[in-house]
């Protein structure tokens, strides 16, 4: 990729996007419109549809976005499904049971919706119907996020990643379907957007954005983001709470595009 071009550009939320009060400055929206003016821009991130399609809308972002960890992939126009990958509802039976043999909070997500261990109960069916997308456990120290991601390390049916939670600063564990992560769904958008994920620009902060560091031309980490993220960046921005992806776009990003 030539380092002064990049066709699409890929936001991680939490950590990056957004900080501890789960908010857009107007700073950072101002610079993420004005480089949406000249590439196609789109949040990639571990989260369910419906925050991942508010926060597009707020920025006005018409491209897919992707959410779920990269199991899915959305039309903020339509609120639908353009693209997702499932669990096996037999390893979703087998995380489900682990989460409530640790009495663990987690969120589900599937086609129609979320359930929670506060909607949908903790019995021995508790999985139901539904195909999910994701699970993720949450509100975890990190001693037990390492240590429930390690007993699904090697499924043959399930994969998972550590994400850290800026809004309680404690951390998440996202199982998905095996060998899915962001840089799977980023490569379905990409697909999508009719360029080569080796082409776009990733602003990201933390483990579960590892996949995309590692496919994508262009890397930017947050200054909040752990040593061995901002070991694999282009470019290291200041943190979240300084409007980090501002300066990045402003700085970094958009006068490789503008050929400055």
């Not at 979240?240 to 595009?257: F, M, S, T, W």
């Amino acid at each position: 990729m030539s380092r002064r071009a990049f066709s699409a550009l890929l936001l991680d939320l939490d950590g990056t996007l957004i900080g501890p009060d789960e908010r857009i400055t107007p700073r950072v929206a101002d610079a993420v419109r004005r480089a949406a003016e000249r590439v196609p821009v789109s949040i990639v991130t571990g989260r369910e549809p419906h925050d991942v399609l508010r926060f597009s809308r707020e920025l006005g972002l018409a491209t897919p976005q992707v959410c779920d960890g990269g199991a899915s992939v959305l039309d903020p126009a339509t609120d639908g499904y353009l693209w997702r990958t499932p669990i096996p509802l037999d390893a979703a039976r087998e995380v489900m049971a682990a989460l409530n043999g640790q009495r663990a909070a987690f969120i589900a997500t599937h086609q129609n919706g979320v359930v929670t261990h506060e909607t949908h109960g903790r019995g021995p069916d508790h999985v139901g119907a539904p195909d999910y997308n994701r699970i993720s456990a949450l509100d975890l120290s990190r001693e037990d996020a390492e240590a429930l991601a390690g007993r699904f390390t090697s499924h043959s049916k399930v994969s998972v990643a550590l994400a850290y939670l800026p809004y309680n600063k404690l951390w998440a564990v996202d199982f998905t379907r095996t060998g899915v992560n962001k840089a799977v769904g980023a490569s379905k958008l990409a697909e999508l957007l009719g360029v080569a994920l080796d082409t776009t620009a990733v602003v990201g902060d933390s483990y579960n954005d590892v996949p995309l560091f590692k496919a994508c031309g262009l890397r930017v980490a947050m200054g909040n983001a752990p040593p061995e993220i901002q070991g694999m960046a282009d470019y290291v921005a200041p943190s979240v709470e300084r409007d980090g992806l501002a300066a990045a776009i402003d700085r970094y990003l958009v006068p490789q595009l503008d050929g400055e």
